[in-house]
């Protein structure tokens, strides 16, 4: 069989890590690129050859990729960043590669999670009731404040003593609470569900740090999935985060369309959504069917060291006798 290209962004963190494990994981013959708007990720090491490329938002940005998709004639691109998600899916016309994406009107509502909540009252899909501070009048109960845009756990606040006080780039729900579950589900290029995978979770600094596979409230999931993809645009691997209450109510609060930090721990556990991916956009064939098995996952932290290295720049998974500790 043929090589072939990937570029994976977004290297320096957990999602993009992940996706590189993962493919490495398949023993394909495939040249791996890494990218992030860092020259030394620990994502390196995963790689043949790294780029450093401005932000996603940035002007350069679309170029910069199109130039390394032509140097190395680049087959797919698997974005791990939203922001990636939807420059490269707004600008698939610009890039000689096909980027494994949902439709760029589509990562825009994603992306913004006040436009999520709009997207979804309008078709009758659950989500947490959402407001700008602007609108935001005072409710029973506690609320939680945090950016339309961003990832993790970062600026968020719960019950601030003047909700109102905050821009329209902030956003305001209910604080529910319960189980936290956190769904992958896969669309093939037909725009058919390909199949779901739910963990409950724990967080730490706003990242996964512990999951265990939860099958419980998969038929009311897939009921909000195939609402949710009934709207075409959807393709890929996208997230759901919800909050399971004590009456055992579903409420998402959060999509990400695109391939969620916990991929890697999928892939172990029979939901291996890169995979997937692969195999529709590389390889031109049917995914694998989806079989899950239960599981409990946590996370470790390891060391990438490269003895008597003195330039960065020059570190990938060429570099002679890296160590992982």
């Known amino acids: 069989m043929e090589r072939k290209t990937v570029l994976v962004t977004g290297i320096g963190g957990n999602v993009g890590q992940g996706v590189l494990r993962n493919i490495i994981d398949l023993n394909?013959?495939?040249f791996l690129i890494g990218t992030d708007v860092a020259t030394f990720t620990a994502g390196n090491y995963l790689c043949d050859v790294t780029y450093k490329v401005p932000y996603a938002f940035d002007t350069n940005y679309i170029s910069e990729i199109s130039a390394i998709v032509e140097k190395h004639r680049v087959d797919i691109i698997l974005p791990t960043t939203d922001y990636e998600v939807y420059f490269l899916s707004l600008n698939q016309d610009k890039i000689k590669s096909t980027v494994v994406a949902s439709d760029s009107s589509l990562a825009k509502k994603y992306l913004d999670k006040y436009l999520t909540f709009l997207h979804h009252q309008e078709l009758n899909i659950p989500f947490a009731k959402t407001w700008l501070p602007s609108q935001f009048v005072k409710i029973d109960g506690d609320i939680i404040v945090k950016p339309r845009e961003g990832r993790g756990s970062r600026g968020i606040e719960i019950n601030p003593e003047n909700p109102s006080s905050f821009s329209d780039e902030y956003l305001i729900q209910p604080l529910h609470k319960g189980k936290e579950i956190t769904t992958a589900f896969y669309v093939k290029k037909d725009g058919s569900l390909h199949g779901l995978f739910t963990m409950e979770r724990e967080l730490t600094n706003g990242a996964t740090s512990k999951s265990k596979t939860c099958n419980k409230y998969d038929a009311e999931l897939e009921k909000i999935i195939k609402s949710m993809i009934q709207f075409q645009g959807l393709r890929g691997s996208i997230n759901i985060q919800s909050i399971v209450?004590?009456?055992?109510?579903?409420?998402?609060?959060?999509?990400?369309?695109?391939?969620?930090?916990?991929?890697?721990?999928r892939h172990n556990l029979g939901f291996q959504d890169v995979k997937y991916s692969l195999q529709e956009y590389l390889y031109n064939q049917e995914p694998d069917e989806v079989k899950t098995i239960e599981g409990i996952a946590t996370r470790l932290l390891y060391d990438?060291?490269?003895?008597?290295?003195?330039?960065?720049?020059?570190l990938n998974n060429n570099s002679s006798n890296f160590k992982l500790y």
């Open 304 to 314: 990438v060291i490269y003895p008597n290295a003195t330039d960065e720049n020059l």
């Open 245 to 265: 209450e004590d009456d055992q109510t579903i409420i998402p609060f959060e999509v990400n369309c695109r391939i969620s930090g916990t991929n890697s721990i």
């Open 28 to 30: 394909l013959d495939i």
